[in-house]
């Protein structure tokens, strides 16, 4: 059995940078890759639309200025494709190839407390010996396939946006079915009802979507931005997302302006495309009155935007905006224009059963030749607990997690000691801009990693006292906000049996990456060294 200094799992963003940083220290890490390739999300997600919805000049490295000097995106939301090639890009610039094992899906790790070094085996049975485990699985890296009732009857196609072939589909002269509207069905239906015969998408919830307004992106902002990129990069980690300093938000309540005032700070953030409508005001997303207003004015957009009166009804979302994940499109909502579009609304009749040629639902059959579900992920846990891991005593993450992700900082749970967990659970990783989250984390675990061998420690581990504290400032923290008001995957609300316990943190990054910073500079107050 090979022994290391380090595992990594996963080789997207989170596991290339986390193989880096340990090489750079001298450490002998090895990343273990379930994929044929690099890329993690940027890998799967292939369905079409796919792109970032984050601003390319922002989602990006910024650890090294030569990487991010020589870059150049080609446009100002970046598609799959480039995504994909930035993160070999990276993998061939930092020469990370030998250091990551591809078609290598884990099976499961086991702490031995004897040795206190994890075993981590493979499917394959390939086995090795880490000091260290890291994380890197993704929080949106487990795709959700209902159960459909008699869903193997259907005899077309059926595509998962999170699990796309890679061969190209072509859905000429087909009739298609989508099933979910969320920002992946978002991105990919005026894409699948340019090609299809019949495009019919089945809706249990409406969703919001602001316009991207992509587009080539300038070389006169990628210059300005080149020009000094560690100060842009330094503003951005101010901000509570890690991104947008360009236009950060309006310092004032939505309640404390005219209706008038309101509606033109609204419409100037909607010209400015993706994010930006949230940050119109300052309590848009702590105050539900406030959101109302947010809310009132896509509608507004979506019943301007679409023809037909009972399809805008049925588009435009009830629930509050922003609590689940704003979707931002290209042309989403007037797709529902297009004479061979469909929307059926499963909210009030759920799906029924597939059949051979389709599907039942609400007393009708819907025929079709391909199906695509876009139904999201088992987010934040799902990748975790289909491992077999298990931590002191045999602790077995699923009994550790059945009521929720307990963690301490997103970073550390009590019972697995030297475990490190990448944007997951408990930090604010979901609502930041990802690599910011994701350099942060491997920074904080390189930190606390070169500690550790300065100090002569075997064993970094949170304390269970932290990690109830913890729990405790991240449910605070979503009980501030309007996120508890609807279903959503950061409540582990879509699906069914899953605990519900809202996973991220909703504190801000800045607030964040200060209290994981301090907690470093107290001695690493809250876990135990031995
Ligand atoms: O998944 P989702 P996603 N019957 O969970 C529906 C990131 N992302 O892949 O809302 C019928 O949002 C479900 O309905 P409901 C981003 O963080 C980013 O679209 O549960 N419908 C919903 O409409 C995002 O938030 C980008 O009632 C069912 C849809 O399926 C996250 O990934 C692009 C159903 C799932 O939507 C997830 O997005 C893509 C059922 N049984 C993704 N089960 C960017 O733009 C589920 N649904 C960067």
Request: aromatic letters at 10%; charged letters at 20%; glycine letters at 10%.
């Amino acid at each position: 059995m090979k022994s290391l200094d380090l595992l990594i799992v996963g080789a997207g963003f989170g596991g290339l940078y986390m193989l880096h940083k340990a090489r750079s220290m001298g450490l002998d890490a090895l990343a273990i890759e379930a994929a044929p390739g690099v890329g993690g999300t940027w890998y799967h997600n292939r369905y079409p639309g796919a792109r970032v919805d984050i601003q390319s000049m922002e989602y990006s490295y910024s650890f090294d200025e030569a990487l991010q000097q020589e870059w150049r995106w080609r446009e100002r939301y970046a598609p799959q494709p480039e995504l994909l090639r930035y993160a070999n890009h990276v993998a061939d610039r930092f020469g990370l190839r030998d250091g990551i094992a591809l078609n290598t899906r884990m099976r499961g790790a086991r702490f031995d407390e004897p040795t206190r070094r994890w075993q981590v085996q493979a499917e394959d049975g390939r086995q090795w010996s880490a000091r260290f485990l890291v994380m890197a699985s993704g929080p949106l890296s487990a795709p959700n396939r209902p159960d459909f009732p008699g869903l193997q009857d259907f005899e077309g196609p059926v595509l998962h946006t999170a699990d796309w072939p890679h061969e190209p589909v072509d859905f000429s002269g087909l009739r298609v079915a989508v099933v979910g509207t969320g920002s992946s069905a978002v991105q990919a239906i005026p894409l699948i009802a340019r090609q299809a015969k019949e495009l019919t998408v089945f809706q249990r919830t409406a969703a919001y979507a602001a316009p991207a307004h992509n587009g080539p992106l300038d070389p006169a902002f990628e210059a300005g931005i080149k020009a000094d990129y560690a100060a842009f990069r330094a503003r951005n980690r101010r901000m509570h997302g890690g991104f947008g300093s360009a236009l950060p938000p309006n310092p004032v309540s939505a309640l404390a302006v005219s209706a008038a005032e309101r509606e033109a700070a609204f419409e100037a953030r909607w010209q400015v495309g993706g994010f930006a409508l949230l940050g119109a005001f300052n309590d848009l997303l702590l105050k539900l009155d406030a959101n109302a207003h947010a809310a009132e004015f896509v509608r507004a957009k979506i019943r301007g935007t679409v023809h037909d009166a009972a399809t805008a009804r049925l588009l435009s979302p009830t629930h509050t905006l922003g609590c689940k994940r704003l979707c931002v499109d290209t042309g989403y909502y007037a797709t529902f224009n297009l004479p061979h579009v469909r929307l059926v609304d499963v909210s009030q009749a759920p799906i029924e059963r597939f059949t051979a040629h389709g599907l039942r639902s609400g007393g009708r059959d819907h025929g079709f030749d391909a199906l695509v579900l876009a139904t999201g992920f088992d987010a934040m846990t799902g990748t975790m607990l289909r491992l077999d891991l298990r931590g002191r005593g045999g602790l077995r993450i699923q009994d550790k997690w059945r009521a929720g992700p307990l963690n301490y900082l997103g970073l550390g749970i009590a019972g697995f000691p030297n475990l490190f967990n990448i944007a997951g659970p408990g930090s604010t990783a979901a609502f930041t801009n990802v690599i910011v989250a994701i350099e942060q984390h491997v920074d904080w675990i390189a930190d606390c990693i070169g500690h550790m061998g300065r100090a002569g420690k075997a064993t970094v581990e949170p304390t269970e006292a932290a990690e109830a504290a913890w729990t405790e400032v991240v449910n605070a923290a979503a009980r501030r906000t309007v996120f508890l008001s609807c279903n959503s995957w950061y409540l582990g609300a879509n699906i069914p049996g899953k605990p519900r316990m809202f996973m991220p943190l909703a504190d801000g990054f800045p607030r964040y990456a200060d209290h994981c910073a301090h907690v470093a500079r107290q001695g690493y107050e809250g876990f135990v060294l031995q």
